[in-house]
C-alpha cells in the first residue's frame, strides 16, 4: 500500500485545513486509517484514527472537537478546524495492521511521506 498526504501549509490560528490521504492500491479500503503527527524534537504521535468502515473513530484529546476524520474508498480525510500554534508539525497518514485502528505507531504497517502544517499565531 503506498499513501500519500497532501493538504498542508500556512494558516493562522483559528482556521481551517483539510488533509488527504490516498491509497495507490485497493487493499487500504481493509484497513483502519490513522493520522499522526510528529513536531520538532518530539515522538510521533496519533491525532485520529478510523476502521475500515468509518464507523468508528478516535481522537486525541488535544483534537477532540476541532478536528474530524473521515474516509472514501480508498481516501482518509482530515478536516481541521480552529487550528492553534500547537498544531505546527508534519502530519502523517499510516494504513493499520488490522481492520480496526490502534493508537500506537506499532499498529500501522504503512506511511505517508508527510504533510507540514504550520499554525502561525
Known amino acids: 500500500v503506498q499513501l500519500q498526504a497532501s493538504g498542508g501549509g500556512l494558516v493562522q490560528a483559528g482556521g481551517s485545513l483539510r488533509l488527504s490521504c490516498a491509497a495507490a492500491?485497493?487493499?487500504?479500503?481493509?484497513?483502519?486509517m490513522g493520522w499522526f503527527r510528529q513536531a520538532p524534537g518530539k515522538e510521533r504521535v496519533i491525532v485520529a484514527a478510523i476502521n475500515w468502515s468509518g464507523s468508528s473513530t478516535y481522537y486525541a484529546e488535544s483534537v477532540k472537537g476541532r478536528f474530524t476524520i473521515s474516509r472514501d474508498r480508498n481516501t482518509v480525510y482530515l478536516q481541521m478546524n480552529s487550528l492553534k500554534p500547537e498544531d505546527t508539525a508534519t502530519y502523517y497518514c499510516?494504513?493499520?495492521?488490522?481492520?480496526?485502528?490502534?493508537?500506537?505507531?506499532?499498529?500501522?504497517?504503512?506511511w505517508g511521506q508527510g504533510t507540514q502544517v504550520t499554525v502561525s499565531s
Open positions: 499510516a494504513a493499520a495492521l488490522r481492520s480496526t485502528y490502534g493508537v500506537q505507531r506499532e499498529d500501522y504497517r504503512y
Open positions: 492500491r485497493r487493499t487500504s479500503s481493509n484497513n483502519g
